[in-house]
């Protein structure tokens, strides 16, 4: 399609669609913060507790970019 191959279209929607999805739960996450009135430091717990898994997504992409020409 439009010259791409499948993987690299795969790809794009990977990286982009992850980015956008975790931005979103970030935006999810201030929103409950904010009705809750949960104050400073109840939305850093929030971010805490409910971001670890985002953080983790994150992280594990950036130690495969880093590790990819030692690994392989």
């Known amino acids: 399609m ?5 993987e690299q279209i795969a790809g794009f929607g990977l990286t982009v669609g ?10 999810i996450i201030l929103q409950l913060a904010r009705e ?5 430091f109840g939305t850093f717990v ?3 507790g409910l971001g670890v898994g985002l953080i983790g997504f994150a992280a594990k992409g950036l130690i495969k970019y880093f590790l ?3 690994v392989e």
Do not use: P
């Open 2 to 6: 439009f010259g791409y191959t499948e």
């Open 18 to 27: 992850v980015s956008a999805f975790m931005l979103y739960m970030v935006f």
């Open 36 to 40: 809750s009135k949960a104050g400073k």
């Open 46 to 48: 929030l971010l805490l």
């Open 68 to 70: 990819s020409g030692i």
